[in-house]
């Protein structure tokens, strides 16, 4: 069996302030992990994926994830955040042998206070 | 529009009753995923499609739920004699077959159904 555990269920920050979402996970087998986050009102989108390869995967706005094998961890972090980055992010992966579902984890809720 | 679509968007009903929600996933796709998600949980697997074949169905997935897919693009979720534990959004994805697990699922904005 796999699962997904996300540790802060919300993270208040200021703008221009760092960020760090937490995410651990536990399979037995090899894991693809993906960050999705929903914005206010619009349906989920990926954010970034970590396949293979190098271990720290980009997204296109800034966030970045480092997959720790021996931590099974996949954190997402964010040097500078804006209040745009506000809404709720989720951790998920799919097992080898899983045939592409996705498992997520419950959700962190990011809020960007000015 | 060439992304994830669902109909309807929100769906009020008694409980008891049978609804029954469409999912049209973008068109070169042909897996194409159902997931619920309840308040303050992540979306959770419920069954997949390749084409017109039901590859997979999650525990989650009662003997009141049947999902189709008759030729292979849209896809249809009934739900017979809901129950108050029903309510939840239920979200539909699409992809083309991974190759190395590379399969971005693309999500639909999801129906809202209330059981009351």
Redo the contacts between chains.
């Keep these: 069996a796999q699962s ?1 555990t ?1 540790l802060d ?1 919300q993270v208040p920050v200021f703008e221009e302030a760092p960020v760090e979402l937490r995410c651990n996970y536990s399979s037995s087998v090899s894991v ?1 992990l993906f960050w ?1 986050v929903q914005y206010p009102n ?5 954010l970034l ?1 970590y ?2 390869g190098s271990t720290l995967v980009e997204s296109i706005n800034g966030f970045e994830a480092e997959f720790n094998k021996s931590q099974t961890s996949f954190h997402l972090r964010k040097p500078s955040v804006h209040i745009s980055d506000t809404a709720e992010y ?1 951790c ?1 992966l ?1 097992g080898g042998t899983s ?9 962190t809720i990011l809020t960007v206070h000015p | 529009d060439t992304g994830v679509s669902q109909n309807p968007r929100h769906k009020i009903t008694k409980r008891g009753q049978n609804v029954t929600f469409r999912c049209d996933p973008i068109s070169e796709h042909n897996r194409l995923y159902w997931y619920r998600q309840t308040l303050g949980q992540g979306p959770e697997f419920l069954t997949y499609f390749q084409n017109e074949a039901q590859l997979e169905k999650s525990r989650l997935l009662s003997d009141r739920f049947s999902a189709e897919r008759p030729k292979g693009s849209f896809s249809t979720l009934e739900i017979q004699r809901t129950e108050q534990g029903d309510s939840a959004m239920y979200l539909c994805a699409s992809s083309t077959p991974p190759a190395s697990g590379d399969n971005e699922q693309f999500f639909g904005p999801g129906t809202r159904l209330t059981v009351l």
Excluded: D, E, R, W
Aim: proline share 0%; hydrophobic share 35%; net charge positive.
């Design positions: 997904v996300q269920s693809y999705y619009q349906g989920l989108q990926l994926k396949l293979s989720f998920a799919i045939y592409g579902k996705l498992t997520f984890g419950q959700g």
